[in-house]
């Protein structure tokens, strides 16, 4: 299985463009709200139409400008998991799983499909009368009775409280592993993400700026907006000083560049990354800022003689903090570590 997707579409001063191609595996649109992650998925649906371009699935065009080809939602056999789950509030959940069905010899799928999707003793309530997680299993269960080509997962586990997320998450995981299904999951949620894809398209202003694998992505992202998406916190303008060496502007710090590396406008590092103690580009600080969370501590640096200078931040577990908490610390940012990022 496969999806090729090279469109664009107009909306106001909104433009997507985008081109991707994915196989049988989670491709996830990460980006913040209003890069045009949920409209890619509207139009590969076949919710919007593209203003030009080309979506192929299976090897069966979808959509084709040139051509005047554009298959109506029902001809594309693809499950779309909206944010809301869409259920029809009057009927139980059974009928709403039932609807889903194309084939009338697919009906002991919906048995089958309620039993796994945990949703016994529920076959008679209503969308009103079920708990969230509840309703999400009754819309997956009604998309997959359809014998899906393609899944559209669009902010699926956003209304969840974490608990529930996770387990929805990893049903959901297995749903699509056990199917070997092709899968586009939109979300901004960094951590879902990197569980549930394999391959990460980073999404801006409707353009891609980076694909690959999770690892790729997580571990070298190319530019500015790719880094916080993936979590990264500590990120300041540089400046190339030759030899091998920036200068972080807004940190006033001067750091060692990797082996071979060149400079960029941006250097980034992430909190868990910087290190405790002396090493490579250590910078003595004073403590600026303690975030505490449930089982660690963020630790707001400034540089010491830096001037009026913008602090970054080390996660530190508890007692590490408790042996060394004080006015001042020595850390290190490895050069291997550095992300060096364009805009």
């Known amino acids: 299985m496969s999806l090729f997707v090279d469109m664009e579409k107009r909306l106001g001063d909104f433009h997507l463009k985008t081109h991707f191609e994915v196989g049988e595996e989670t491709l996830a649109l990460l980006g913040a709200s209003g890069s045009g992650k949920s409209m890619t998925l509207q139009c590969v649906a076949g919710i ?12 069966e065009t979808l959509f ?23 259920l029809f509030p ?3 959940v059974e009928k709403n799983i039932r609807c889903g069905l194309r084939e009338k010899s697919d009906a002991p799928m919906v048995e089958e499909l309620i039993a796994a999707m945990g949703l016994k003793g529920l076959e008679h309530k209503r969308p009103y009368q079920l708990s969230g997680g509840e309703q999400q299993r009754t819309a997956l269960a009604r998309i997959l009775v359809s014998r899906p080509r393609l899944l559209l997962l669009d902010e699926p586990f956003s209304a969840l409280d974490s608990h529930l997320r996770f387990q929805m998450e990893r049903e959901t995981r297995q749903v699509i592993h056990r199917l070997g299904k092709t ?3 939109v979300s901004h949620d960094r951590d879902e993400v990197f569980r549930l894809a394999q391959q990460v398209a980073v999404m801006r202003a409707g353009q891609i700026l980076q694909m690959g694998t999770r690892h790729q992505v997580f571990q070298r992202p190319e530019t500015v907006s790719a880094a916080r998406l993936t979590g990264c916190k500590n990120i300041s303008r540089a400046k190339a000083l030759g030899e091998g060496k920036i200068e972080a502007l807004d940190w006033g710090v001067t750091l060692c560049l ?18 405790l103690g002396l090493g490579e580009n250590q910078v003595v600080c004073r403590v600026a800022e303690v975030v505490e969370d449930p089982f660690s501590v963020t630790v707001m640096l400034k540089p010491l003689n830096a001037g009026e200078s913008e602090p ?14 004080g006015e001042a610390l020595t850390v290190s940012l490895p050069p291997e570590a550095l992300l060096l990022l364009k805009e």
């Open 48 to 59: 919007r139409r593209p203003d030009r371009g080309k979506i192929v699935l299976d090897g």
């Open 90 to 92: 009057n009927m139980t």
């Open 183 to 185: 899968a586009l999951l």
């Open 312 to 325: 970054f931040g080390i996660v530190l577990d508890k007692e590490a903090w408790k042996r060394t908490e």
């Open 258 to 275: 990797p082996q071979g590396a060149e400079a960029a406008d941006y250097v980034g590092v992430r909190l868990h990354d910087v290190v």
């Open 64 to 86: 084709d400008s040139e051509k005047g080809i554009d298959l109506p939602p029902q001809r594309r056999r693809v499950g779309y998991l909206f944010q809301n789950y869409a």
